[in-house]
């Protein structure tokens, strides 16, 4: 009931009733005849944050070092978790900011006996306006969404183990909508499963309308399911009949532990991405060589596991797709890099010179595992990867956000469009994208 009283708050007249009403029963999501919950897009009936509501940090302390200024465009990293039981069903706060509390830690700053990192949040970056002149400061947006968690009637693997019910991103057909399996299929996914693709292109829109982004460094980092996803919104980078008009453009991603597609027809690759995959050689639960996923998919549907690539085969498919340079660059490894392994490292190589200035690189983890405890190696060389890596040089269509008509304008006939698509693929947030770019992109 909260976002039918926020809409009807931000409109006026008749159609703030409508909107309302509307509202009101996406809310409460339909069931049908066989008792399962028909979330479609409405994410609080996946256990998901609203746009909204999803943790967003900056830094606001404008006497400190790395302070996100409003009037200067800021870099934005999204961080994707991993598939994992982030408390009990259904608290939202778990998941995204949990991992990087625990796992991750690139927002604060640290010493790990080997090197100092100064975090994301004390982390200067510079602006350089195309037109020229003096470079800004500036700090970094750093986005912690979360994956959905199936309610009990959508489970349809309950039965299977206490993992149903984890949180999860629907990345690619092997991981992880487990509950959303087509049975008797290696390959295939309900399309009754969360659209997190939509999801997280939605997201960049709202931070765009929100906080003053910089277009040419969005970036994505995604670990185990959460690398899935990031290498499937790669794929989809700039692919207008998946997203409509509206494709928002990552310059980057990050990942440890998450592969791609199986079937390479999936992934377009239609604006080239910067992209870095880490594996460890030594990862047992997503195999460096790539394997049969039987640990969950064999638990719902017995004989029909499915198999998904390795890093090889990933960071082959990205040297194609963006057409760099055939042979790789050794460069300096990461060292240390796994501190749970001693004298760990990982080799670093390196595919420049692809497609409008993409690249692609591999760091390969030696005999560490797929829990890695990241050094602050790894962390002082991912985060300036990012930001040697902006979005390629490609021109770039800036879609005139909540211009859902493509005449230009964002009017009542916007909110109309939505409409006549309510529900597939159109929902509230669509609605608040509207009405916070009203009157807007008017030549």
Known sequence: MYQSIRVRLSMSGLFSVV??????????????????IDCGYNWNCWNMYDYEDVPVWINNDSSSPGHYDPSVPSPVLIYLHSNGPYGPLGPRENGGVQEEDYWLRLWCESDDGHDYYKG??????????????????????????NGAADKPANQTCSDAGDWAGWRYWNGTPNCCAYNWYVEGSYTEVSSEAPDHLSYINGLFGYLKLNYNVDSDRVYIYGYSNGGYMAHALACHNGDYAYYGATPQAIAAIGTY??????????CYGLWPTNVLHTHDIGDTECLYNGGIDQAFAGECYPGYPRPYP?????????????????????????????????YSTAQVIDWPDGRYGSRVQHWRGIFGSHFASFSNNYRNRLVQWFLNNPRPDYQLYEPCLGDYDEDGNVDANDILSILNLW???YGVDDILVVIKAWGGCEA
């Open 19 to 36: 909107a309302a009403c509307l509202c009101f029963s996406f809310v409460t999501s339909d069931v049908s005849a066989e008792g399962t």
């Open 120 to 145: 994301l949040k004390h982390w200067t970056v510079e602006y350089e306006p195309p037109s020229g002149g003096t470079p800004q400061e500036t700090g970094w947006i750093y986005v912690l969404p």
């Open 257 to 266: 532990a998450g592969v791609t597609y199986m079937n390479p027809e999936n």
């Open 310 to 342: 390795g890093a090889i085969a990933t960071v082959s498919s990205w040297i194609f797709l963006n057409q760099t340079e055939s042979t790789g660059h050794i460069l300096e490894p990461v060292q240390p890099f796994d501190l749970n392994v001693p």
């Open 423 to 425: 529900d597939d693929p």
